[in-house]
């Protein structure tokens, strides 16, 4: 069975500073795809970035980018520029080979903004 | 709709009582996902229906609780006999086809059994 550790229950960054948070899976599968997703305060769920595994290219959206190192089975998030509305719980999830119907979450990682 | 909308938003019930849950999804999705987010917590997988058809139902805990969607369009999510550890967020989402496009979710149902 697939597995997903974020292994940082809390974390906290300066407003304008950068922070990566970390995420491991454990798969058994060659082709399946990773996401980041963001539950702010809201408890809404708003994905915030996606990677295919076949890709080697790293994902990025806006001040948002993954460092996707297939071998070491990791996909970690970096926020540049961290604003304010960036603070929420924040999610990795798989899904892949048998199993594209079905995401597999962490356990999240709180991040903290200080203005 | 514009997006995924569930009610109730919030349901109180006792224990023992029956309880239906509804998520109406994205007009056009194929895949519609049922999980289940204790407080602090990441969602965790109920069942999936592709149109109509529902292709994966592992992940309900016991023969409590089932899922339809006759339609292929809106769906419901009931829990029999109602105990408390079934007091959750219930998140139901949906993607134009498989997990692999992400999924948009709804706002929820929060369920308390008292």
């Known amino acids: 069975a697939q597995t997903v550790t974020q292994s940082q229950p809390e974390m906290s960054v300066q407003e304008a500073e950068t922070v990566t948070l970390s995420c491991t899976y454990d798969t058994s599968e060659s082709d399946y795809y990773l996401f980041w997703y963001k539950q702010p305060p809201s408890r809404q769920m708003i994905l915030v970035i996606r990677?295919?595994?076949?890709?080697?290219q790293n994902a990025t959206e806006n001040r948002f980018s993954v460092n996707f190192q297939k071998a070491a089975k990791s996909f970690s998030l970096k926020i540049s520029d961290s604003q304010l509305g960036d603070a929420a719980m924040y999610f990795c999830a798989y899904a892949g080979g048998t199993s594209y119907g079905k995401l597999t979450f962490g356990q999240g990682t709180i991040l903290t903004v200080h203005p | 709709g514009a997006g995924v909308s569930q009610s109730p938003r919030y349901k109180v019930t006792k224990r023992g009582q029956d309880v239906a849950l509804r998520c109406d999804p994205i007009s056009g999705h194929v895949s519609l996902y049922w999980y289940r987010q204790a407080l602090g917590q990441g969602p965790e997988f109920l069942t999936y229906?592709?149109?109509?058809?529902?292709?994966?139902k592992s992940g309900l805990p016991n023969d409590r609780f089932s899922a339809e969607r006759p339609e292929g369009s809106i769906s419901t999510l009931t829990i029999q006999r109602t105990e408390q550890r079934d007091s959750a967020m219930y998140r139901c989402a949906s993607s134009p086809g498989t997990a692999i496009y992400g999924y948009t979710f709804g706002s929820g149902t929060r369920l308390t059994v008292v």
């Open positions: 990677q295919e595994a076949y890709k080697q």
């Open positions: 229906f592709n149109y109509e058809a529902q292709q994966d």
